[in-house]
């Protein structure tokens, strides 16, 4: 009976879709386990080989904790608002809507050929109205909410006006923006309506405000900072340029310790955890403030050393800072003016890691010495964020590379103040015995006792005090995009106002285009119906907010938001969603919640660090103080899957020509290497070049040099690849690197499945090395897996059919079969999921070489290798005579008792030189050992009546009989 890997697969693919095998329940009296993959952005081109790799993984334990006696919660759906398809929209003119379930479809098609134990019922799309309702209505929760620093939580914003109707804001401990006015309780109560709701802004967890952010003028859109690759954007290549604009944003900076304490209790990889800590970038020092000569404004700023103080030789602000305009002396305005222009279009990251680069422009402006009194010119610099700290530094050259020289590429003068005092690097960096500075109140001192003495006498004078600072800012939350959660708000005079729950969800509009309008506003903009009808208890209409196409801010009656929510919004809770998934009433039920709790194993990329995964946070961290959820950390333990890298080819173009020149003639000559797609190129490097110049316009007409240095053009056909006598071929490069379809090297599951079936696939990815690391994929290496699951087919059927007995299994097998349990399961529970491959491969082959075809070895094998290879499990398991699933059978239980060796093969040697071997009992005494030897008849063969003179026994290792 033939292994027909297609039909098997296909056949329990639909049982398992028929049947819902893999629905999980809310209520069990099992243990719950929670799967989740980090659910994928579906794109048009469908997955690639390297994309399953983590749901394999997951796949593997889901179906593991089954057997284990669990109820798995394993769900999947699709992160599927976003740019892409926003950006094929605006090429194409199809609906985002439409794009997005075609690729789903696909992505769907492509997942169930895999074999993922999926529960389907609780899908998700985040474009869907009726998932985006609960996103929408979180927002309007972190709109009337404000965090509470003497109970370290969020809280009700009802909660702060009371405390403002009572007693004003003096008292309120409270995260909100700098600077906020101080008022009493009847100032309070005397402000308008307008004038209160302006105040609660500025403590909202979200909140409207002028804010720096990433404009791409090419997509029209804000961009976060994970979107942005050397400065332009991740899509497209666009530049980015900074600016100012009026946007949403969150205010994840009041959960900043939570975020970082949060950590310590988390089972995540050591080095994303790290990434998070250094994000979230804590900083205990002082706030100094600076008087600005001739001015009445006030530079902050924020310093880990204030005992350095009296090292200052300059200030540098960062380009965006508000007071550059404002200080500016009319002889340096053009400069700086220039350079704040060309600093706009350096993304943060890109200004953070140029190092090497010094540039910077004088304001003409000087700050004031808060001790010496002396005048402290102000520059500008953009290696200073204007979003980090206060957006100014205090400059101490003899303490800070990059401040030294900055002063000495300047010619900025450095006082002279360290008579006496070690300013080398090392001295300075030991933070024990080193003070920089030569004033009376710090000589002498440590830096621990000078830190303290330096605040206290800044706090004395009044301009400054100790403070704990983080480099985590407030994350923007609007985008000037289409394809998008829109906002639950409108606006009245300009001030945004929620609309009510019960109205949830507001829908996206209809628009003709699905690029920003002629006067810049965003997609929504060209929305003719975008309307809000606010009704009295009656039904009255009490106002009608209207699109009129032009600002939503300051609008006359109103109008609905014109920006949507970015990417982040849907994928910061869904993993609580799919607890309940179906839920109209409530994100979910607190039955599903309390049950289901956190995701147990959570498996996705480490490139997520930064956003996803700290934004998720955040928003559970919310949740859990608004008594929504009963844990305030979503994710238990976090596994991050390597990347499956592809091998590219690359074709040589030489120098301003277009003649391609074969990988080995190239020698010292000048060459451009271009991607080409592999699909071209066969095992022996060798380019098919016919199907190159047929691939695009631009290669139509290319001239080949050939391995043999023949030239081979339009007029001179070629072997399409192949050497022949006269070694014809074109020889392309190799290189390892990232899977994508932009270096044309991607490998399709579909054509794995089709011609090898998808426990094959599964099995080789998980044999390609360890999860968390990468690997290249090497198609070639594929067959040794299908040929091992052939074998393991040959174990239970030969060409008659069913060949399993219930025949007693043999000592052999038993200890297979038991070894085999024991290192699978512990390779499971390490997420070592490669070497198990090889232990099944080592159990086939034994299995093989004992003939073994006893059901009580045979069964609990299939049920072994089930999470690894369900398909061929399923069928196996069935024909052993199974009506249920194999996902339903008990993991076998690994008994230690098969693995003791009962008996020992003795090597039996005459002087030393071994004549044959004898089974004996381990436990058998040396008296009774050489008795046995002595009588054996091959004993009497050697001795041929002759008496030994010695029997030297080893127990458990040799007999040696010396004649």
């Known amino acids: 009976m033939k292994y027909n890997f297609n039909e098997i697969e296909a056949k329990w693919q639909k049982h398992w879709a028929d049947n819902q095998t893999f629905k999980a329940s809310n209520n069990s009296d ?14 048009g081109a469908g997955l690639h080989v390297g994309h399953p790799l983590g749901y394999i993984a997951s796949d593997i334990y889901a179906r593991y904790k089954r057997h284990k006696g669990f109820n798995v919660l394993h769900p999947m759906g699709y992160d599927s608002f976003g740019l892409p398809a926003e950006q094929y929209a605006i090429q194409t003119g199809q609906h985002p809507d439409k794009t997005t379930k075609e690729n789903i479809a696909r992505y769907r098609e492509q997942l169930d050929k895999i074999g993922f134990s999926f529960d389907w019922s609780r899908e998700v799309r985040t474009s869907n109205s009726d998932y985006y309702k609960w ?3 979180i927002f309007i929760q972190l709109f009337n909410s404000w965090y509470n620093k003497d109970t370290d939580k969020a809280e009700n914003i009802l909660t702060l006006i009371n405390k403002f109707s009572a007693e004003g804001n003096r008292t309120v401990n409270a995260v909100s923006d700098d600077n906020v006015d101080t008022f009493s ?28 952010v990433n404009w791409c003028p090419a997509l029209g859109t804000v961009l976060a900072n994970d979107e942005i690759v050397n400065g332009v954007s991740e899509r497209g290549g666009h530049p980015v340029v900074r600016k100012k604009m009026k946007q949403w944003s969150m205010r994840i900076s009041a959960y900043a310790e939570r975020l970082l304490q949060g950590l310590n209790k988390l089972d995540w990889p050591e080095p994303l955890k790290e990434i998070q800590r250094n994000w979230i970038g804590k900083s205990v020092g002082a706030e100094v403030q600076f008087k600005i000569q001739n001015s009445e404004f006030r530079i902050d700023v924020f310093t880990t050393r204030p005992d350095t103080i009296f090292g200052v030789s300059f200030m540098t602000l960062a380009p965006e800072h508000e007071l550059v305009s404002k200080i500016t002396t009319p002889e340096q305005k053009e400069a700086v003016e220039a350079y704040v222009e060309a600093t706009a279009k350096r993304s943060e990251r890109e200004r953070m890691a140029d190092v090497k680069t010094i540039s910077g422009v004088f304001t003409g402006a000087y700050a004031e010495h808060p001790f010496t009194k002396k005048p402290v010119p102000i520059w500008i610099g953009d290696y200073v964020l204007a979003g980090y ?10 303490g800070d590379q990059r401040d030294y020289d900055f002063a000495k590429h300047f010619d900025i003068e450095i006082p002279n103040i360290f008579d006496g005092v070690d300013i080398s690097e090392e001295a300075f960096a030991d933070k024990e015995k080193t003070v920089i500075g030569n004033s009376d109140f710090l ?3 440590g830096y621990k006792e000078a830190t303290k003495k330096a605040i206290e006498a800044l706090e004395e004078i009044g301009q400054g005090k100790g403070k704990t600072n983080y480099r985590l800012r407030d ?4 985008r000037q995009r289409y394809w998008g959660e829109p906002f639950p708000v409108y606006y009245v005079n300009g001030l945004p106002q929620m609309i009510d729950a019960k109205h949830l969800p507001i829908e996206l509009p209809e628009v003709e285009k699905y690029l920003p309008t002629e006067t810049g506003e965003p997609p929504l903009g060209n929305a003719k119906e975008w309307y809000w009808l606010e009704k009295d208890g009656v039904g009255n209409v009490v106002s009608q907010q209207t699109f009129e196409n032009t600002s939503p801010m300051g609008r006359k009656g109103g109008a609905l938001e014109l920006n949507t929510m970015p990417g982040w919004a849907g994928s910061s809770w869904y993993f609580n969603r799919y607890m309940d ?4 009433e409530a994100f979910a039920s607190k039955e599903a919640l309390n049950y289901w709790q956190d995701v147990d194993l959570y498996i996705g990329g480490s490139e997520h660090a930064t956003g996803h995964l700290l934004y998720a946070r955040f928003w559970q961290k919310f949740l859990f103080d608004q008594n929504l959820l009963p844990v305030d950390e979503f994710a238990k333990k976090l596994i991050n899957q390597g990347m499956i890298l592809g091998t590219s080819a690359f074709v040589y173009r030489l120098q301003d020509s277009n003649t391609f020149i074969s990988k080995n003639l190239i020698g010292d000559k000048n060459v451009t290497p271009i991607h080409t797609d592999v699909s071209f190129v066969n095992a022996s490097n060798e380019l098919d070049i016919e199907a190159f110049k047929n691939w695009r316009p631009e290669f139509k007409d290319v001239t080949f040099i050939l391995e043999n240095g023949k030239v081979c053009n339009e007029n001179t056909p070629s072997s399409g690849g192949g050497k022949g006598e006269d070694n014809r071929a074109f020889i392309v490069g190799r290189e390892v690197e990232k899977m994508s379809k932009s270096k044309y090297n991607v490998v399709n599951p579909d054509e794995i499945c089709e011609n090898y079936g998808a426990d094959t696939l599964r099995m080789y990815e998980m044999f390609l090395g360890p999860l968390e690391q990468a690997k290249p994929w090497n198609t070639a290496g594929i067959t040794g897996v299908h040929g091992f699951l052939k074998k393991l087919w040959k174990l239970y059927f030969n060409d008659n059919g069913l060949k399993v007995t219930n025949s007693e299994p043999s000592k052999e097998s038993l200890k297979t079969l038991h070894k085999t349990i024991k290192k699978v399961e512990e390779d499971i529970e390490n997420f070592s999921f490669n070497t198990s491959v090889s232990t099944f491969m080592i159990c086939a082959n034994e299995l093989t070489a004992q003939k073994c075809t006893s059901k009580d ?15 061929i499990a399923e069928e196996l398991w069935s024909q052993l005579g199974n009506s249920n699933s194999i996902s339903t059978a008990d993991f076998p239980v690994f008994d230690e008792k098969h693995l003791v060796e009962s008996s020992k093969t003795y090597p039996i040697s005459f002087n030393g030189k071994m004549r044959f071997t004898l089974d004996l009992p381990m436990d058998m005494s040396k008296e009774d050992i050489e008795k046995e030897v002595m009588a054996h008849e091959k004993t009497q063969a050697q001795l041929e009546g002759r008496t030994p003179k010695k029997i030297i026994i080893v127990p458990g290792k040799i007999v040696n009989i010396v004649g």
């Not at 929670?34 to 994928?40: A, K, R």
């Not at 994350?475 to 609007?478: D, E, I």
């Not at 998934?581 to 109209?584: D, E, F």
């Open 30 to 43: 099992k243990p719950k386990y929670y799967v989740l993959d980090m659910f994928p952005y579906p794109s």
């Open 135 to 137: 996103t929408q209505w």
């Open 185 to 212: 309780a009847s100032e309070w109560n005397a402000y308008s309506s307008e004038e209160q709701q302006k105040i609660l802004l500025q403590y909202r967890l979200t909140y409207l405000a002028e804010t720096e």
């Open 389 to 398: 700290g206060t957006g100014a530094v205090m400059a101490v050259p003899c």
């Open 443 to 445: 000589n002498g001192l």
């Open 475 to 478: 994350a923007v939350f609007s």
């Open 581 to 584: 998934a179906h839920n109209s």
């Open 857 to 871: 070895i045979l069964e609990p094998l299939a049920v072994l290798i089930s999470p690894y290879a369900p398909h």
